[in-house]
């Protein structure tokens, strides 16, 4: 098989989805009271909520609105500064 490659933009590959769960590594759950970033994933690919989410009583939520996070979240990791 063939390496190939996909490119967004000049020259910047687009990262697979092994280097995109690598750096969601949020082992375990987060506690209730903690916001975190979600990588979710569909048919499509990954993709990263715009937006914090926490997990309460074993659902994701948005950490703002309290809205149910309706898509598969396949990893998580705290806010990066």
């Known amino acids: 098989m063939r390496n190939r490659r996909?490119?967004?933009e000049k020259?910047?590959?687009m990262a697979t989805r092994?280097?995109?769960l690598a750096e969601f590594d949020g082992n375990g759950e987060p506690s209730p009271d903690e916001t975190v970033q979600v990588?979710?994933?569909?048919r499509s690919g990954t993709y990263e909520l715009p937006?914090?989410?926490r997990r309460i009583n074993g659902e994701w939520r948005n950490s703002e609105?309290?809205?149910l996070v309706e898509a598969m979240?396949?990893?998580w990791r705290r806010p990066r500064t």
């Open 51 to 53: 937006f914090g989410c």
């Open 65 to 67: 609105s309290g809205h």
């Open 39 to 42: 990588l979710c994933e569909d």
């Open 73 to 75: 979240v396949v990893g």
């Open 18 to 20: 092994i280097q995109r």
């Open 6 to 8: 996909i490119y967004l």
């Open 11 to 13: 020259d910047l590959p």
